[in-house]
């Protein structure tokens, strides 16, 4: 040091400058691999909530995406690199029935503890499960661990070149040069203040929301969501202005204006292209914060339940969120979602074990019965239509001479008449009691018990009655309105008696509906689909009365085949009546359940 | 070998070995004495007092800011006013801790040269490392003081709007605290040089902004790869050589992260000491070269 002072703090400096290059080295390989772990964590999600983590695209861009490829390396390191892990339930691909990869098994959230509601607030929290800690660190290890250094590279190096789908958004210094709808400048980025730039957005968009500039708040949500893709209000707002606020004021498109889109898999409007807006927002929410339920429960109760009446992709998204840590009103949606889907008994054994948690709740004891009287009404009506093509059968028979056979088969049919009136009269008593039992009367009970005496009346030949109980019945219940109509328009064409202005005005519209449908023949991922008038239905094309598989949204066949082929929803949104080819096997969806709109 | 240097756990051990000997050598060669009177004295200075104050107003102004918000559009109940609440703070921290920290290792020396202060001290047994080690752990107790007191009073805000203990700001201050000790260390160098703490300050300023900015270097590394230009090839040469060796201030964004803990976040108990580590040997890097030009200054 005395001789050669200068050198040896030359030495020093550069030994300390060194040692602090090499702790960055180390700092940033750990933001990778936090990142990774991350993107690991979403992968797996969108791997058991969609089936699929890769985008459903055609030629160039499928090739572009590489989340296939690296997930699956990943996959089979973390099968050897992982501690073994019994395989539990939920942890099977409803699809192929195989368990899930281990890895994807570890990032599951576990289901946890009391779903016991609290006093005060009505809702609570559960807690985290401390064995999800503990294999989330062990997740967390493997990320980061040296023997998956190649993948993380390649991780880095995809993210950058905007190869991963399931990444989310993410920002680059162009993306805000390329964005021209995004009002923010570039020095806002700076200096790590990139959170703070997302807040004073986001009151930009709250004041824009208050002055009734509404087209100007969709490119202000995108920016403050890309500056900070984990602000989950952003998104949880965001998609509520989109779907509620911003649709409010915007008529209704008439069913023959609506255009197919294969990648929503409905017919849409301009109403409908914000509710899709409000979808694809809130996917992106997931895809950056994969275990936070709003999004889940957003996606699938706010927007498609609420707001597209889809309830078959609602039980998607509420079962997803019902598996992180949630509110317990979550579960009670989930339960209504199964019920209109007419998953009577899952959505009954779901209100059991909430009651179960919380003793005395009324709105689980109401259910409990609704959804076991919904289960008798939907036997008794198959037993009906049985019956009825038993009497049909029998009466062939008899033309054909087979006295025997006949005889044979009008007893069957009896036998299952029989059967049928005690299951609706069974029915009836439950909804009679609910109806009885609830201080002002329950108003679904009591629009099941007009629909039955209703169709029993039409059946009796006393249809005049019928209607007159219908159109009243819609009145007095509004959630009833729409199946009432229906059932009305149906009974009134059947017997051949007038229909009113508002009910032929609905019958035009369907027929122009379905004019426009059968004049326009629709093209999905190479398959084109014909609308066949006299079987109101959308065939693909090559059908001809081929042996189908028949499918309905309560089927788990049908909750396997999408998760396993996520193209079939582009093909079942075309219509109540789709029938459609799949690897050589053609299938044939009806969404009407035999109970209509419950 | 790069990820053997990434994730080796003896490279860890040594590493926790240097802290240890840095930490235990400053506690052992500083003259309290001198960095107890750097305290006194900057708490005395009404620049710092006046960032202080600008800092709380800041603080409980952001609770005005969202309170508008909500009474305007609070249809809906979320936490935005929370997350903004403790966005505005953490940077108001951020902005004014640095200025605190950049003035006062900017004039610390210099003033003691001007008010001729210097000449007594070092006229004393004193060694020219131990007067600037004393001068320089003081400079280091006024800063960490500042930010204590602008996070005891983040923490009321929040506790007022939430009333949760709020466990993850001690964290989120704790790794302030090492980014601000890197400025300082430099702008301390800077200051070790000069004789008037203006070209301190804003060389502190540059430092701070350079900081944060020399992640967009690796574009560059990035772009020159795919270029055949030999110029191209050279620029991202030298682009890497300055990503690799100056500090890369923006690491210690993981500080907002952890305010707004995620659930699908990872854990932070290996980060949090990487970055502690981090901001200690560049400290170090900055009080060396402080020395360097300091030992033969004249004086």
Same mark, same amino acid.
């Given at each position: 040091?005395?001789?050669?002072?200068?050198?040896?703090?030359?030495?020093?400096?550069?030994?300390?400058?060194?040692?602090?290059?090499?702790?960055?080295?180390?700092?940033?390989?750990?933001?990778?691999?936090? %990142?990774?772990?991350?993107?690991?964590?979403?992968?797996?999600?969108?791997? !058991?909530?969609?089936?699929?983590?890769?985008?459903?695209?055609?030629?160039?861009? &499928?090739?572009?995406?590489?989340?296939?490829?690296?997930?699956?390396?990943?996959?089979?390191?973390?099968?050897?690199?992982?501690?073994?892990?019994?395989?539990?339930?939920?942890?099977?691909?409803?699809?192929?029935? %195989?368990?899930?990869?281990?890895?994807?098994?570890?990032?599951?959230?576990?289901?946890?503890?009391?779903?016991?509601?609290?006093?005060?607030?009505?809702?609570?929290?559960?807690?985290?499960?401390?064995?999800?800690?503990?294999?989330?660190?062990?997740?967390? !290890?493997?990320?980061?661990?040296?023997?998956?250094?190649?993948?993380?590279?390649?991780?880095?190096?995809?993210?950058?070149?905007?190869?991963?789908?399931?990444?989310?958004?993410?920002?680059?210094?162009?993306?805000?040069?390329?964005?021209?709808? &995004?009002?923010?400048?570039?020095?806002?980025?700076?200096?790590?203040?990139?959170?703070?730039?997302? =807040? +004073?957005?986001?009151?930009?968009?709250?004041?824009?929301?208050?002055?009734?500039?509404?087209?100007?708040?969709?490119?202000?949500?995108?920016?403050?969501?890309?500056?900070?893709?984990?602000?989950?209000?952003?998104?949880?707002?965001?998609?509520?202005?989109?779907?509620?606020?911003?649709?409010?004021?915007?008529?209704?498109?008439?069913?023959?204006?609506?255009?197919?889109?294969?990648?929503?898999? %409905?017919?849409? =409007?301009?109403?409908?292209?914000?509710?899709?807006?409000?979808?694809? @927002?809130?996917?992106?929410?997931?895809?950056?914060?994969?275990?936070?339920?709003?999004?889940?429960?957003?996606?699938?109760?706010?927007?498609?339940?609420?707001?597209?009446?889809?309830?078959?992709?609602?039980?998607?998204?509420?079962?997803? %969120?019902?598996?992180?840590?949630?509110?317990?009103?979550?579960?009670?949606?989930?339960?209504?979602?199964?019920?209109?889907?007419?998953?009577?008994?899952?959505?009954? $054994?779901?209100?059991?074990?909430?009651? !179960?948690?919380?003793?005395?709740?009324?709105?689980?004891?109401?259910?409990?019965?609704?959804?076991?009287?919904?289960?008798?009404?939907?036997?008794?009506? &198959?037993?009906?239509?049985?019956?009825?093509?038993? +009497?049909?059968?029998?009466?062939? $028979?008899?033309?054909?001479?087979?006295?025997?056979?006949? &005889?044979?088969?009008?007893?069957?049919?009896?036998?299952?008449?029989?059967?049928?009136?005690?299951?609706?009269?069974?029915?009836?008593?439950?909804?009679?009691?609910?109806?009885?039992?609830?201080?002002? =009367?329950?108003? @679904?009970?009591?629009?099941?018990?007009?629909?039955?005496?209703?169709?029993?009346?039409?059946?009796?030949?006393?249809?005049?009655?019928?209607?007159?109980?219908?159109?009243?019945?819609?009145?007095?219940?509004?959630?009833? @309105?729409?199946?009432?109509?229906?059932?009305?328009?149906?009974?009134?064409?059947?017997?051949?008696?007038?229909?009113?202005?508002?009910?032929?005005?609905?019958?035009?519209?369907?027929? !122009?509906?379905?004019?426009?449908?059968?004049?326009?023949?629709?093209?999905?991922?190479?398959?084109?689909?014909?609308?066949?008038?006299?079987?109101?239905?959308?065939?693909?094309?090559?059908?001809?009365?081929?042996?189908?598989?028949?499918?309905?949204?309560?089927?788990?066949?049908?909750?396997?085949?999408?998760?396993?082929?996520?193209?079939?929803?582009?093909?079942?949104?075309?219509?109540?009546?789709?029938?459609?080819?799949?690897?050589?096997?053609?299938?044939?969806?009806?969404?009407?359940?035999?109970?209509?709109?419950? | 070998?790069?990820?053997?240097?990434?994730?080796?756990?003896?490279?860890?051990?040594?590493?926790?070995?240097?802290?240890?000997?840095?930490?235990?050598?400053?506690?052992?060669?500083?003259?309290?004495?001198?960095?107890?009177?750097?305290?006194?004295?900057?708490?005395?200075?009404?620049?710092? *007092?006046?960032?202080?104050?600008?800092?709380?107003?800041?603080?409980?102004?952001?609770?005005?800011?969202?309170?508008?918000?909500?009474?305007?559009?609070?249809?809906?109940?979320?936490?935005?006013?929370?997350?903004?609440?403790?966005?505005?703070?953490?940077?108001?921290?951020?902005?004014?801790?640095?200025?605190?920290?950049?003035? *006062?290792?900017?004039?610390?020396?210099?003033?003691?040269?001007?008010?001729?202060?210097?000449?007594?001290?070092?006229?004393?047994?004193?060694?020219?490392?131990?007067?600037?080690?004393?001068?320089?752990?003081?400079?280091?107790?006024?800063?960490?003081?500042?930010?204590?007191?602008?996070?005891?009073?983040?923490?009321?805000?929040?506790?007022?709007?939430?009333? *949760?203990?709020?466990?993850?700001?001690?964290?989120?201050?704790?790794?302030?605290?090492?980014?601000?000790?890197?400025?300082?260390?430099?702008?301390?160098?800077?200051?070790?040089?000069?004789?008037?703490?203006?070209?301190?300050?804003?060389?502190?300023?540059?430092?701070?902004?350079?900081?944060?900015?020399?992640?967009?270097?690796?574009?560059?590394?990035?772009?020159?790869?795919?270029?055949?230009?030999?110029?191209?090839?050279?620029?991202?040469?030298?682009?890497?050589?300055?990503?690799?060796?100056?500090?890369?201030?923006?690491?210690?964004?993981?500080?907002?992260?952890?305010?707004?803990?995620?659930?699908?976040?990872?854990?932070?108990?290996?980060?949090?000491?990487?970055?502690?580590?981090?901001?200690?040997?560049?400290?170090?890097?900055?009080?060396?070269?402080?020395?360097?030009?300091?030992?033969?200054?004249?004086?």
């Amino acid at each position: 040091m005395k001789r050669f002072p200068n050198l040896v703090l030359a030495v020093l400096v550069a030994l300390a400058l060194a040692l602090g290059a090499l702790q960055g080295y180390r700092v940033r390989n750990l933001r990778e691999a936090d %990142a990774f772990y991350r993107w690991l964590v979403t992968a797996s999600t969108q791997l !058991r909530v969609f089936g699929t983590i890769t985008p459903e695209l055609e030629g160039e861009e &499928a090739e572009k995406f590489m989340d296939r490829d690296l997930f699956d390396r990943v996959v089979a390191k973390a099968d050897q690199a992982l501690p073994d892990t019994p395989v539990m339930e939920g942890d099977t691909d409803d699809a192929t029935g %195989a368990p899930y990869p281990k890895l994807v098994r570890y990032t599951r959230t576990l289901s946890t503890g009391s779903l016991t509601e609290t006093e005060e607030s009505g809702t609570v929290a559960v807690a985290a499960n401390p064995e999800q800690v503990k294999k989330d660190a062990e997740v967390w !290890r493997f990320a980061r661990s040296a023997s998956l250094a190649p993948e993380r590279a390649d991780f880095v190096r995809f993210r950058r070149d905007k190869r991963l789908a399931t990444a989310g958004t993410q920002i680059g210094v162009a993306d805000i040069y390329k964005n021209q709808e &995004a009002p923010v400048s570039i020095g806002q980025m700076f200096l790590g203040f990139r959170k703070l730039a997302a =807040g +004073l957005i986001w009151i930009q968009v709250d004041e824009a929301f208050h002055k009734g500039e509404m087209q100007r708040m969709v490119p202000l949500m995108r920016t403050t969501v890309l500056l900070d893709p984990n602000f989950v209000d952003a998104y949880l707002i965001g998609a509520w202005h989109l779907a509620y606020n911003l649709t409010v004021q915007m008529s209704d498109t008439p069913g023959y204006l609506k255009e197919y889109v294969p990648e929503f898999g %409905a017919w849409v =409007g301009n109403k409908e292209r914000a509710y899709y807006a409000a979808v694809n @927002f809130l996917k992106d929410g997931i895809r950056n914060n994969p275990r936070d339920y709003r999004l889940y429960f957003d996606l699938g109760y706010a927007v498609y339940a609420e707001k597209l009446n889809d309830h078959m992709n609602a039980v998607t998204y509420l079962s997803e %969120a019902t598996k992180q840590r949630h509110e317990s009103w979550v579960r009670r949606m989930l339960y209504h979602s199964l019920q209109a889907t007419g998953q009577f008994e899952e959505a009954r $054994a779901g209100w059991e074990d909430y009651l !179960r948690a919380n003793p005395g709740h009324a709105v689980a004891q109401r259910m409990i019965p609704t959804n076991t009287a919904l289960t008798k009404e939907r036997d008794a009506e &198959a037993l009906g239509t049985q019956a009825k093509k038993l +009497l049909t059968q029998a009466g062939q $028979a008899r033309a054909d001479g087979q006295e025997a056979q006949a &005889a044979d088969m009008e007893r069957q049919a009896q036998e299952l008449q029989k059967q049928r009136d005690a299951l609706q009269a069974e029915a009836r008593t439950i909804y009679t009691d609910l109806n009885a039992t609830t201080a002002d =009367g329950d108003e @679904f009970a009591q629009a099941r018990l007009w629909r039955m005496q209703a169709l029993e009346l039409h059946e009796q030949g006393r249809t005049l009655e019928a209607l007159a109980l219908l159109r009243q019945a819609r009145m007095e219940v509004a959630r009833f @309105f729409q199946e009432a109509s229906d059932l009305i328009i149906q009974m009134c064409i059947e017997a051949d008696l007038p229909l009113n202005v508002s009910e032929r005005k609905r019958l035009l519209e369907i027929e !122009r509906i379905k004019e426009a449908w059968a004049a326009n023949p629709v093209e999905i991922a190479g398959r084109r689909f014909d609308f066949d008038t006299s079987q109101d239905a959308w065939r693909q094309a090559g059908y001809a009365n081929q042996e189908t598989i028949a499918l309905t949204p309560a089927a788990k066949d049908l909750a396997a085949l999408r998760k396993d082929r996520p193209v079939i929803d582009q093909f079942i949104g075309l219509g109540d009546n789709v029938v459609f080819e799949l690897d050589g096997q053609w299938y044939e969806f009806r969404r009407k359940s035999l109970l209509g709109n419950t | 070998m790069s990820i053997w240097l990434a994730s080796n756990p003896w490279l860890t051990v040594l590493y926790g070995v240097i802290v240890l000997a840095i930490i235990a050598a400053v506690a052992y060669y500083t003259p309290w004495s001198i960095a107890l009177f750097t305290f006194r004295e900057g708490l005395r200075k009404k620049t710092l *007092i006046g960032f202080l104050i600008l800092s709380i107003l800041v603080i409980f102004g952001s609770m005005f800011m969202t309170a508008m918000m909500y009474d305007t559009g609070g249809t809906v109940a979320t936490d935005v006013d929370v997350k903004l609440i403790k966005d505005i703070c953490i940077t108001a921290i951020s902005i004014f801790g640095v200025l605190i920290a950049i003035f *006062i290792s900017a004039s610390v020396v210099p003033t003691e040269i001007e008010n001729k202060v210097i000449y007594t001290v070092l006229s004393k047994p004193v060694r020219r490392f131990q007067y600037l080690l004393g001068k320089f752990v003081g400079v280091q107790i006024i800063v960490a003081v500042n930010l204590l007191l602008m996070g005891v009073l983040f923490s009321i805000a929040l506790y007022i709007k939430e009333p *949760i203990f709020p466990r993850m700001l001690l964290y989120a201050i704790f790794l302030t605290y090492f980014e601000f000790l890197i400025v300082s260390a430099f702008t301390f160098a800077v200051a070790a040089a000069s004789t008037s703490a203006v070209l301190p300050t804003i060389a502190g300023l540059f430092i701070y902004i350079t900081g944060n900015l020399t992640q967009y270097l690796e574009s560059v590394v990035n772009r020159s790869e795919v270029s055949e230009n030999s110029v191209d090839k050279g620029l991202g040469w030298l682009a890497w050589v300055l990503r690799n060796t100056l500090p890369d201030l923006q690491y210690f964004s993981l500080k907002t992260q952890i305010l707004s803990l995620q659930i699908n976040d990872t854990p932070k108990d290996i980060q949090i000491p990487n970055l502690v580590v981090y901001g200690i040997l560049y400290a170090l890097a900055g009080y060396i070269i402080a020395f360097w030009v300091f030992r033969r200054k004249e004086l």
